[in-house]
């Protein structure tokens, strides 16, 4: 079995806004737009069929941050993913 979390050192160019993201191994989603792909089955093993975009649709203030909240244009699935301090603080507030 998978293990849940799988550390991924990659960047990777944003497929909604074209935005070159720099990552830093949990990251899988936009910092400027926020927006996702579906790719993991489990954080970072990347053994998702789908690949449909996800769309921020929600923000939920949690003690120790904030959690956007995706949903996949393609398949209709969410997700919650922590936001980082990279993340850009505007569009969190925009989709709050």
């Not at 990552?23 to 449909?52: A, M």
Request: aromatic share 10%; proline share 3%.
């Amino acid at each position: 079995m998978a293990r849940r979390f799988q550390k991924k050192l990659e960047n990777f160019k944003c497929d909604n806004c074209g935005y070159e993201v720099v990552g830093f191994g949990y990251t899988n989603h936009c910092t400027q737009c926020l927006w996702s792909k579906h790719v993991d089955i489990f954080p970072g093993d990347r053994k998702e069929d789908c690949k449909g975009l996800m769309r921020p649709i929600r923000i939920e203030k949690k003690k120790d941050g904030y959690v956007i909240v995706h949903k996949c244009e393609r398949c209709g699935e969410e997700r919650k993913n922590k936001a980082s301090p990279q993340d850009n603080f505007e569009q969190i507030i925009k989709i709050s």
